[in-house]
């Protein structure tokens, strides 16, 4: 039998948190009222008291990146930008990559079905191209064969992945808001 070898892996790191999503939702729309740009974000201080749950949450699942993925010690995971969108499809649904941050982090605070999945598109562009990239030969797709990755959002879904990996926002197709938060992550050596 031929043994295989994973090669140049990618990931998604996600869980689910349990916090006062009210309150951030109501925050959220407070900053893109009162300060925020005409594609529904606004910058996010991570030391507003209103967000020190969630990003001690982040905080802690970062941690475990660090030792999941054999970070040495004497570097640290930190968030660096963070910004609130509600229904933000002007400027994410473009395929784009976050190039000065390590990883990037979502938090839903409002999601539900049909929302807008997050697309993750393969970094490996010669896939695209060949015959598996056309996908008419897959009979099931995995991480080996596909060319997107879909993720649906959920009220409390975190999501965390390096931010080289393409990705974009599908349109939110319901009535309702669909409000997250997102970070930008950077190293700090100690």
């Known amino acids: ?25 109501s925050h959220c729309k407070f900053l893109i009222e009162n300060h925020g740009y005409e594609n529904n974000t606004a910058f996010i201080n991570s030391e507003d008291e209103v967000f ?6 982040i905080e802690q699942r970062l941690n475990e990146i660090h030792t999941h993925i054999k970070i040495k010690d004497e570097y640290k995971l930190e968030l660096d930008r963070g910004w609130c969108n509600v229904n933000n499809n002007e400027n994410i649904d473009q395929a784009h990559t976050h190039p000065l941050s390590l990883f990037s982090i979502v938090y839903y ?9 997050l697309e993750f598109i393969t ?12 996908a008419s030969c897959i009979k099931e797709f995995d991480v080996f064969n596909s ?44």
């Open 1 to 25: 039998m031929m043994n295989f070898q994973d090669l140049f892996i990618n990931f998604i790191a996600y869980d689910h948190i349990d916090i006062n999503n009210d309150e951030l939702s």
């Open 52 to 57: 020190r749950p969630l990003v001690n949450e």
């Open 109 to 117: 605070v409002e999601a539900s079905e049909d929302s807008g999945d």
């Open 123 to 134: 970094p490996n562009a010669g896939m695209l191209n060949s015959p598996l990239g056309k």
């Open 147 to 190: 060319g997107r990755w879909k993720v649906s959002p959920q009220t409390g879904k975190l999501l965390i992945f390096p931010g080289w990996l393409t990705h974009f926002v599908r349109p939110n197709k319901t009535q309702n808001d669909r409000i997250s938060i997102a970070f930008d992550t950077r190293f700090i050596e100690l």
